[in-house]
């Protein structure tokens, strides 16, 4: 569900640049918390971690002082998907907890409808708790269609996020109902929705074993994900992938879509680092920030708590790259042995394959000389023995060879009788028409007659080859 939020924002600001002009609203003095909002909304939307921590946060205080409620639910908001970017989920979702929900005066800072998804993704998240989550979705899904009737765009979006509420919860009958929605929905020319659309079809086809259709919409839902760079979606449905290929046993196609996943994983993993790193300095900017704002006092206190504060800087830098440092030789490691051992089982499922042939040529080639035998012996039971003789040896040939035949023609057809069953038998193992009836002491003429008898029992329409039929039980 997260990755639709970044890449969600940046539509909606494209939407709102073409109609309200966010951005561009000035505040006058006594709209400070105002002016601080819309400066710190176009610090998270330009990906200015450390503006948008330091606007925000200035946004909530002066929001606080002024009594002005909407303003102070604004910047809470844009605060909980800050610290959401940034990795830091708890804290988002305290904040949000703490937030009284407000529909805003003004529609185009998509505040409500952003306090209901990052709701819906924590309740599923964090809590665990997908039904309430998905409550949370319909109502943002209501809320865009009640302020935003002539543009579908929003709904789009966020049934895909219910979509994934009911996948992560594993209700496929829901995201059935979700994935049906979409297929009677009209397009729409800007395509990210496809982004969830083909994520959300690809897991359903997964689930229900459609394979095949399954890999197809994965590897659009890769190339949407590309072409709007929605990386965590990327992921997903690369995961999917290599699921299938092993499926399939497709060595070289899991190769390459596993190393598109690690290099995907890596670029992600990267940026997240990024991101925190700023938003670490964004930290330590605010808290400079403030030190500065009681700069006033007397000389002897503000020098004392410049050292003090630049010593704890530098303190809180060393020991964050230390833990970088610690962190990246760790993943290192754990990359490491996961290649290892991804290494040793594929050399094991080669192994397993070249034994399983082994042991497949050995049966073959063991039936092969049975066979070879058994019409040897025939050979000379026919030369050397009476009718009763044969029909004793194919008999005994019949019950060691076809034994888990015969239990399968009398379970499935109880109808025929055991000369019927015994004359199956026998056409399985390609005994002659003539060798068959000497055995059996009959004419061919009659031989023939009990086949029909047989292939009519066995509800045989007169173009279907009994042989076949036989050897199909």
Do not use: W
Request: negative net charge.
């Amino acid at each position: 569900m997260r990755h639709f939020i970044g890449k969600t924002t940046l539509f909606l600001l494209t939407l709102l640049a073409a109609s309200a002009g966010l951005v561009g609203c000035a505040g006058s003095q006594t709209e400070k918390a105002k002016a601080l909002v819309e400066q710190g909304c176009k610090d998270y939307y330009d990906s200015d971690i450390i503006g948008a921590l330091n606007h925000l946060q200035a946004a909530m205080d002066a929001a606080r002082k002024e009594g002005n409620d909407e303003a102070y639910f604004t910047a809470g908001v844009y605060m909980v998907m800050t610290y959401e970017l940034t990795g830091r989920s708890e804290d988002a979702y305290e904040l949000l907890k703490s937030l009284d929900y407000m529909e805003n005066t003004q529609p185009e800072t998509f505040a409500s409808q952003y306090y209901y998804r990052m709701k819906a993704l924590f309740l599923a998240k964090i809590d665990g708790d997908f039904e309430a989550s998905a409550t949370c979705g319909k109502e943002v899904i209501e809320l865009d269609r009640r302020l935003y009737p002539q543009d579908t765009a929003y709904v789009y979006i966020e049934l895909a996020n219910l979509g994934e509420t009911y996948l992560m919860g594993q209700d496929y009958e829901h995201l059935q109902e979700v994935v049906d929605e979409f297929e009677r929905s009209k397009p729409m020319d800007y395509g990210l929705y496809l982004v969830g659309y083909c994520y959300l079809k690809s897991s359903l086809l997964y689930h229900h074993a459609a394979y095949d259709s399954a890999y197809h919409y994965a590897e659009r839902g890769v190339e949407y994900s590309r072409q709007y760079d929605a990386a965590d979606n990327e992921i997903l449905q690369l995961r999917l992938l290599c699921s299938i290929d092993s499926l399939r046993a497709d060595m070289e196609n899991y190769m390459r879509h596993r190393n598109e996943l690690e290099a995907r994983t890596t670029q992600l993993r990267g940026t997240q680092v990024n991101y925190q790193i700023a938003a670490l300095k964004g930290k330590i900017q605010l808290e400079q920030k403030e030190f500065e704002n009681r700069r006033t006092r007397t000389m002897h206190v503000v020098i004392i708590a410049a050292m003090v504060l630049v010593i704890i800087a530098l303190v809180i830098v060393i020991h964050a790259l230390r833990r970088a440092a610690e962190t990246r030789r760790r993943m290192a490691e754990v990359e490491k042995q996961r290649l290892d051992t991804e290494i040793e089982r594929q050399r094991l499922e080669r192994e397993l394959l070249e034994l399983k042939m082994r042991q497949n040529e050995e049966k073959l080639d063991h039936a092969y000389k049975h066979n070879v035998s058994m019409s040897i012996q025939l050979a000379e039971i026919a030369e050397n023995s009476d009718s009763i003789g044969k029909l004793s040896a194919l008999e005994l040939n019949l019950r060691e060879q076809q034994a888990d035949f015969l239990e399968r023609v009398k379970a499935r057809f109880p109808q025929l009788t055991d000369n019927d069953v015994r004359l199956a038998g026998f056409i399985r193992m390609n005994i002659k028409t003539q060798a068959m009836a000497t055995a059996l002491g009959i004419s061919v003429s009659s031989l023939n007659t009990a086949r029909y008898r047989l292939r009519k029992k066995l509800g045989l329409a007169p173009e279907d080859d009994l042989k076949r039929f036989v050897d199909g039980i």
